[in-house]
């Protein structure tokens, strides 16, 4: 059994991801969040995507030169006797599977809203994913310190295009020149206009289990870059936010103050010390406590594995840990022992789904820019791809290499990267490809006729996965049509 100071350790954790649409404003309020924690003296300024003074989360060189955030970071603090662990999440829609998995490792969400435009497409989707998992979420409406929206047509659109009920916590004394101050409404509504409190009083109060079902949106009025109406949002959050919740493996559910260690690998990161060319596996622990130095059971190998080297983080800074608790994310080096989705547990066998692969919407293929450097070049290849961000297939065809990603962006950094990181030239050249859905069959003898009659449009993935490229989507449905006995899949889970 935990010891009674093992079950606290766990409840004071809150681990939770902050979401947005790209510019909302979401890395500037990580870091602002992590001022008030302690954990860092100076924030980064970051305005107009102009990186003055590079944000703590925003650590890989590319996001620097773009200031944008394509990799989610891990940070932890303590605050209020709490332990906060945030996963600030790319905003960019190109990276939207790396955000959909990191929300598969946290307990609560907070999302932030650019009061001049209102919920936007990007959030819009996020919110699909909290919904499917009943995540509870709060929301912050950034920027006040400008001109945008009425706050009441905000907490309408916010109602309408996520579907959630809200309830504002604070409120605010103006907008754009107006604004200096965000204030918690019970506790001051001398301090509201009479009509203006009428107007609030038309919402419900706020309901702790309507907010942790995630029928509840907690709504919280401020300007990150100002520091208006951070600390109000962070002190509701610690106490109202909850502690790790159970999570479903597909042998049962997962308690977190269950004594024997349970943990999945939601993402790795090749290269977090450039120097060291390393691989960062992080594990979302999900239930009791994990070890260093102690043999944990690998189930997708296996095998018995120890680390002498867990990390936690604080953006790029890492810390070697003695131990970790249930909501907790560890950073486990990787040498090529782990993919997205691998369990490591005290001996019990145990799989946590939900952290698929998509189809890709995008495709192109890989040639080697410099022939000195193949090596080099492969190596950079295959650990960018266990990160799942992009995905690798290879022609059964022709045996040439194909990356798939689900936007342009993504081609972008991997060739930055491959060059700055890895020492190696890539070019790249247009295919015309509509889409990869992975096949499986129960009729071997339709399975082979398949594969032999579509030779021309037939892939492996990196598992050695058959995949189905179709270049159109007539002759995707076609195939459908003709092949009733093979079942196409649209991800990588089934």
């Given at each position: 059994m935990l010891s009674n100071t093992e079950q606290q350790e766990i409840l004071k954790r809150r681990t939770f991801a902050i979401i947005s649409h790209p510019d909302a404003g979401k890395t500037t309020?990580?870091?602002?969040?992590?001022?008030?924690?302690?954990?860092?003296?100076?924030?980064?300024?970051?305005?107009?995507?102009k990186i003055r003074k590079t944000a703590t989360s925003d650590w890989m060189e590319i996001e620097k030169q773009r200031g944008i955030s394509v990799a989610t970071s891990v940070m932890g603090f303590d605050y209020n006797n709490y332990h906060i662990n945030i996963l600030d999440t790319p905003g960019h829609q190109d990276f939207a599977e790396d955000t959909f998995r990191t929300l598969t490792a946290v307990d609560s969400v907070i999302i932030v809203i650019d009061s001049a435009k209102g919920v936007e497409t990007q959030t819009r989707r996020l919110m699909e994913v909290c919904r499917m998992r009943k995540t509870p979420v709060m929301?912050?409406?950034?920027?006040?310190?400008?001109?945008?929206?009425?706050?009441?047509?905000?907490?309408?659109?916010?109602?309408?295009?996520?579907?959630?009920?809200?309830?504002?916590?604070?409120?605010?004394?103006?907008?754009?020149?107006?604004?200096?101050?965000?204030?918690?409404?019970?506790?001051?509504?001398?301090?509201?206009?009479?009509?203006?409190n009428d107007l609030l009083s038309c919402y419900p109060a706020f309901d702790k289990a309507a907010y942790l079902a995630g029928d509840l949106a907690p709504v919280f009025f401020g300007s990150a870059y100002k520091t208006v109406g951070v600390q109000e949002l962070l002190d509701f959050f610690v106490a109202n936010a909850p502690s790790p919740r159970p999570v479903e493996a597909?042998?049962?559910?997962?308690?977190?103050?269950?004594?024997?260690?349970?943990?999945?690998?939601?993402?790795?990161?090749?290269?977090?010390d450039p120097n060291h060319r390393s691989c960062i596996a992080f594990f979302k622990i999900c239930s009791g406590k994990f070890e260093r130095n102690t043999y944990y059971?690998?189930?997708?190998?296996?095998?018995?594995?120890?680390?002498?080297?867990?990390?936690?983080?604080?953006?790029?800074?890492?810390?070697?840990?003695?131990?970790?608790?249930?909501?907790?994310?560890?950073?486990?080096?990787?040498?090529?022992?782990?993919?997205?989705?691998?369990?490591?547990?005290?001996?019990?066998?145990?799989?946590?789904?939900?952290?698929?692969?998509?189809?890709?919407?995008?495709?192109?293929?890989?040639?080697?820019?410099?022939?000195?450097?193949?090596?080099?070049?492969?190596?950079?290849?295959?650990?960018?791809?266990?990160?799942?961000?992009?995905?690798?297939?290879?022609?059964?065809?022709?045996?040439?290499?194909?990356?798939?990603?689900?936007?342009?962006l993504q081609f972008e950094v991997i060739q930055y990267r491959l060059e700055h990181e890895y020492n190696a030239k890539c070019?790249?050249?247009?295919?015309?490809?509509?889409?990869?859905c992975w096949i499986e069959s129960d009729d071997a003898e339709e399975l082979r006729m398949f594969k032999m009659r579509k030779a021309q449009y037939m892939a492996t993935d990196k598992e050695g996965r058959d995949v189905f490229m179709a270049d159109s989507a007539y002759v995707l449905n076609m195939a459908q049509n003709d092949y009733k006995h093979i079942k196409f899949h649209f991800t990588s889970e089934f």
């Open positions: 309020l990580t870091e602002k969040l992590l001022l008030y924690g302690g954990a860092i003296h100076v924030a980064g300024a970051v305005k107009s995507n929301v912050f409406m950034n920027k006040m310190d400008r001109e945008g929206k009425d706050p009441f047509d905000l907490m309408d659109d916010v109602e309408k295009e996520l579907g959630i009920h809200v309830t504002p916590i604070t409120w605010t004394d103006g907008q754009g020149l107006k604004f200096n101050r965000s204030f918690v409404i019970k506790n001051n509504e001398s301090a509201i206009a009479p009509e203006t597909i042998e049962r559910q997962v308690d977190p103050m269950e004594d024997a260690f349970t943990g999945f690998c939601f993402k790795i990161h090749a290269n977090m059971k690998h189930v997708g190998k296996n095998q018995q594995m120890r680390f002498s080297a867990p990390t936690c983080f604080m953006a790029q800074k890492k810390e070697t840990v003695d131990e970790a608790y249930a909501g907790d994310i560890v950073g486990l080096p990787d040498t090529g022992n782990f993919k997205i989705g691998d369990t490591l547990t005290s001996g019990e066998n145990l799989h946590f789904k939900g952290l698929p692969s998509f189809s890709p919407e995008m495709f192109k293929y890989i040639e080697n820019a410099d022939p000195m450097k193949q090596k080099q070049l492969d190596k950079g290849v295959h650990q960018l791809m266990d990160e799942g961000v992009a995905q690798l297939f290879v022609s059964q065809l022709n045996g040439r290499k194909i990356i798939g990603t689900v936007g342009q070019r790249w050249e247009n295919m015309a490809m509509y889409k990869a």
